[in-house]
């Protein structure tokens, strides 16, 4: 099998697709034969050594969390899922290694794919789809009636969120980058402000705010809230964590398996309510390029770079 994977942190360079040796599958894990698998933000800090803190230095490392494909064997005890079920799902920030032709999963993380849905946008869905449903329904507590500002609202978490918190039945403002403010204004986000936006005007208005680029300075977002609102950061840094266990509004969030919330992000997306653009699908064998172009030139703008195996 070939996978993407680096001998040691650091730049794009590092990047090679190399023969590996799938893992069988253990208790509670499911071995997938890959479709497609998407590209976050979250793919090169992990590379670039951000996070290791958290990720170790066990080397080699796969690339990539997100994925869409076909169960080809399962672990003892599994008992949601079977051979031949079409799935998509994500692996750990430790486990990694969904841009190749198999990975192996826990089967929390992975449920029935809609067939409405193509493997590319299966593929898309499960990191910024559970992270932004995790943010606003869990941690933001969101209600019909609220009011919600994303920072990056038109970044994969946080187009999902805004798509999401307008289902629940909220209000939803944003920034972005004012040539891409028409499509902010077509998913029914209003007010839509640039990245560097005076906070004057919006003071006190929203229930909850969610920093999705991890740029927005605390005391602007304190400013935005209402008494008793919530700011979510889903980008983390030691000092984040820090400021997270503080009394106070802030809370960093990472996105955990829990098969509900990762079913009901799969069921909206099925239904047409979570939508989330590919920008371009590239073959395994040409991804290391695409991955190095959109971490360096942020290209292609606009929707999720996908990576096929057929």
Not at 137 to 157: D, M, P, S
Not at 199 to 204: F, R, V, Y
Not at 266 to 284: M, S
């Amino acid at each position: 099998m070939k996978r993407i994977q680096y001998h040691r942190y650091g730049g794009p360079g590092v990047m090679r697709l190399e023969d590996f040796e799938p893992a069988r599958p253990g208790p509670g894990e499911v071995l997938v034969r890959v479709k497609a698998a998407a590209a976050n933000p979250m793919d090169w800090k992990i590379r670039n050594g951000e996070l290791k803190i958290m990720t170790g230095r066990r080397f080699p490392r796969g690339m990539g969390h997100d994925f869409a494909g076909v169960v080809v064997a399962v672990g003892a005890h599994v008992t949601r899922l079977a051979v031949g079920d079409e799935v998509l799902g994500g692996v750990g920030l430790k486990a990694a290694g969904t841009f190749a032709e198999m990975v192996v999963a826990e089967e929390k993380a992975v449920v029935t794919k809609p067939a409405s849905l193509s493997w590319a946008q299966a593929a898309a869905i499960p990191v910024v789809g559970l992270t932004a449903f995790q943010a606003m329904v869990n941690t933001g507590r969101l209600h019909a009636g609220h009011a919600v500002f994303i920072h990056g609202c038109l970044g994969g978490v946080g187009r999902s969120a805004a798509q999401l918190a307008l289902a629940h039945g909220a209000t939803v403002g944003g920034s972005c980058r004012d040539t891409a403010a028409h499509e902010a204004r077509d998913l029914g986000i209003a007010p839509i402000v640039e990245f560097d936006f005076d906070a004057t005007e919006l003071m006190g208005r929203f229930d909850v705010v969610l920093d999705t680029a991890g740029t927005l300075p605390v005391r602007t977002a304190r400013a935005l809230l209402k008494p008793g609102g919530r700011i979510i950061d889903i980008t983390p840094t030691p000092a984040k964590f820090v400021r997270s266990v503080l009394p106070g509004p802030f809370r960093v969030l990472i996105g955990k398996p829990v098969v509900a919330d990762l079913a009901a992000v799969a069921q909206a997306a099925g239904k047409g309510i979570l939508r989330l653009p590919v920008a371009r699908t590239v073959p395994l064998d040409k991804a290391i390029a695409a991955l190095t172009e959109l971490e360096r030139d942020h290209t292609p703008r606009g929707g999720k770079l996908v990576i096929t195996t057929e």
